[in-house]
């Protein structure tokens, strides 16, 4: 019967295909039980929407029956998502810049370089995509000019309004946290503000709302390269942006700007969505290429960062924002469904890899393969 030095032993031989660290060096590896030749292996991963889990797991329960004496092996499973080593050691330089949200471990920017791409749409589905997956989520609308969020989110379970010690208490949406202006102006009427108001009113939702724990917060915001993205990146440590185009050249011009002010500010771009990249007929399964296709995956290749998928132009999408309830929740088994589920678990990896600091000590590269 092997002892529990000898079962971490062959969990060494088991990698994260996308950390490339074996599942002790990575931390992964919480407990070891053996008692009468069964063993119980408590394994962590680094995200609950962590998309090798299958592999993870079978690969550590094959590893582990090697041994001579096995009689059985238990995987327990469960998940606790990193922040970046800069956050969670007070110690650590540059730590108190994310003391306006002590309780959020990862802060994601959902952007894009012109208007209608459909960027509120992804930021939605990416984040009900991270709930489902099991991940504690908010989602910031940062579009003070044009908030979609009330709309495409419907009625809330929970109101915003005033809570505990002079804070704001978020709404909550599908059992997501959510804060917009579009929550404390009447319907139909204008946020007409100059900069520095809007730079105040970023400050207060981070500042002034009771966020909690939360494991990624989705920050939706307007397009361009304005008051909005600058006061973010002022103001707290953004860790990654996803980026989200048309295929036509027009809407990759105004991206390709845009990704060029997230590396002034210093903000890792994690890869480039491609919304709208196909007409897919429900009725047929017909593709019609409406906004031409392939101009988001050659950005991204000429930018040298992932390219996350493309997003068909779906009546289910569009039906989903109208009627307030995203479509990975109205029709979790959809195609389109699935890609953004696919999309939105390659962007919670691509953190993970981020946030995990290699054997060596040093930073590791936010730069994956993508899994599907």
């Known amino acids: 019967m092997p002892n529990t030095d000898e079962v971490r032993a062959a969990l060494a031989t088991v990698k994260d295909p996308a950390l490339a660290l074996d599942l ?3 931390g992964m590896i919480r407990d070891v039980a053996v008692a009468d030749g069964r063993v119980r292996v408590a394994l962590e991963l680094t995200t609950p929407a962590c998309p090798s889990r299958d592999l993870i797991v079978a690969g550590a329960e094959a590893a582990v029956r090697k041994l001579p004496g096995v009689a059985s092996v238990t995987i327990d499973v469960s998940a606790v998502v990193r922040a970046r080593p800069s956050l969670a050691d007070p110690a650590t330089a540059g730590a108190q810049k994310n003391a306006r949200l002590p309780g959020v471990k990862n802060i994601l920017a959902v952007a ?9 749409t992804v930021a939605t589905n990416l984040a009900a995509s ?4 099991g991940a504690r989520v908010g989602l910031l609308d940062a579009d003070i000019y044009g908030p979609s969020l009330p709309q495409m989110l419907g009625d809330p379970e929970v109101t915003a309004g005033a809570g505990a010690d002079n804070k704001i208490s978020p709404a909550v949406h599908h059992g997501m946290r959510v804060i917009s202006v579009g929550f404390f102006v009447e319907k139909g009427g204008a946020v007409i503000w100059r900069g520095p108001m809007v730079h105040k009113l970023l400050q207060q939702f ?6 909690g724990e939360l494991d990624y917060l989705v920050v939706d ?15 707290i440590p953004i860790t990654g942006a996803v980026m ?9 011009i105004d991206v390709e700007k845009a990704m060029a002010m997230w590396k002034r500010v210093e903000v890792p771009v994690l890869g480039v969505v491609e919304n709208m990249s196909y007409y897919l007929c429900p009725s047929c399964g017909h593709q019609e290429e409406i906004f031409s296709r392939g101009g988001g995956r050659t ?7 992932p390219f996350l998928g493309e997003i068909p132009l779906h009546v289910s999408v569009r039906g989903g924002g109208d009627v307030g309830k995203p479509v990975v929740l109205a ?9 953004f589920r696919t999309i939105a678990r390659t962007v919670a990896c691509a953190l993970s890899v981020r946030n995990s600091p290699d054997a060596a000590g040093g930073k590791r590269s936010a730069k994956l393969t993508l899994i599907r």
């Open 24 to 26: 002790v060096t990575a």
């Open 112 to 120: 894009a370089g012109k208007g209608g791409v459909g960027k509120s």
């Open 130 to 133: 991270l709930h489902l997956d």
């Open 206 to 211: 981070l500042e002034d709302v009771s966020w």
């Open 221 to 235: 915001l307007p397009p361009g390269t304005g008051d909005a993205q600058l006061s973010l990146s002022q103001l």
């Open 244 to 252: 989200v185009t048309t295929p036509q050249e027009v809407s990759v």
């Open 299 to 305: 950005l991204a290749a000429r930018e040298n960062v």
């Open 331 to 339: 029709n979790p088994d959809a195609e389109v469904s699935r890609i």
